[in-house]
């Protein structure tokens, strides 16, 4: 009796430029990420529905640039505390911790640091907590649009 033998294909996610599809729904994010130190604000919002490929960009961001990347907060207030040693942040986070994200977002404007933070709706109108919304005024928001089949299908061409 033969058995069916299981491919054990490893698939690394390099997340280099060079793998990124470049279409119109992202262009404006990529060439902006590209001018770093160089941009007018050093607090981003990077906006994007799921799967859009926010993630992707920050992580080809923190390859070039040397951020500290999060999609997570420490729960631990000691291993937080060390997050105000470094100098840029990526925040790609599915829930923020209101409280967490404000001190990181304070710190950031008062010591003139950098801090991306991804959301599926920009950040001014998604958080309603009254200390926040003074401070969401200093980002400056980039768009992705989402990837529609259309924009997949005719990239297909860079495939063959």
Same mark, same amino acid.
């Given at each position: 009796m033969n058995q069916q033998k299981v491919l054990n294909f490893k698939f690394d996610n390099?997340?280099?430029?060079?793998?990124?599809?470049l279409d119109s729904s992202n262009e404006k994010a990529l060439l902006f990420f590209n001018k770093f130190p160089d941009?007018?604000? #050093?607090?981003?919002? !990077?906006v994007g529905s799921?799967?859009?490929? #926010?993630?992707?960009? !920050?992580?080809?961001?923190n390859k070039k640039n040397d951020f500290y990347y999060l999609n997570t907060f420490p729960e631990n207030n000691e291993e937080f505390d060390k997050l105000f040693n470094f100098e840029r942040f990526l925040l790609d986070l599915n829930e923020l911790d209101e409280l967490k994200f404000f001190s990181i977002l304070n710190h950031c404007i008062i010591n003139d640091k950098y801090l991306v933070v991804t959301s599926l709706v920009p950040l001014q109108t998604h958080h309603r907590e009254k200390r926040l919304c003074p401070f969401l005024c200093f980002f400056s928001w980039k768009l992705i649009y989402h990837l529609c089949d259309h924009n997949i299908l005719s990239s297909s061409k860079f495939w063959k």
């Amino acid at each position: 009796m033969n058995q069916q033998k299981v491919l054990n294909f490893k698939f690394d996610n390099s997340y280099n430029e060079k793998d990124f599809i470049l279409d119109s729904s992202n262009e404006k994010a990529l060439l902006f990420f590209n001018k770093f130190p160089d941009w007018e604000n #050093k607090l981003i919002n !990077l906006v994007g529905s799921e799967k859009s490929g #926010k993630t992707f960009l !920050l992580r080809i961001l923190n390859k070039k640039n040397d951020f500290y990347y999060l999609n997570t907060f420490p729960e631990n207030n000691e291993e937080f505390d060390k997050l105000f040693n470094f100098e840029r942040f990526l925040l790609d986070l599915n829930e923020l911790d209101e409280l967490k994200f404000f001190s990181i977002l304070n710190h950031c404007i008062i010591n003139d640091k950098y801090l991306v933070v991804t959301s599926l709706v920009p950040l001014q109108t998604h958080h309603r907590e009254k200390r926040l919304c003074p401070f969401l005024c200093f980002f400056s928001w980039k768009l992705i649009y989402h990837l529609c089949d259309h924009n997949i299908l005719s990239s297909s061409k860079f495939w063959k």
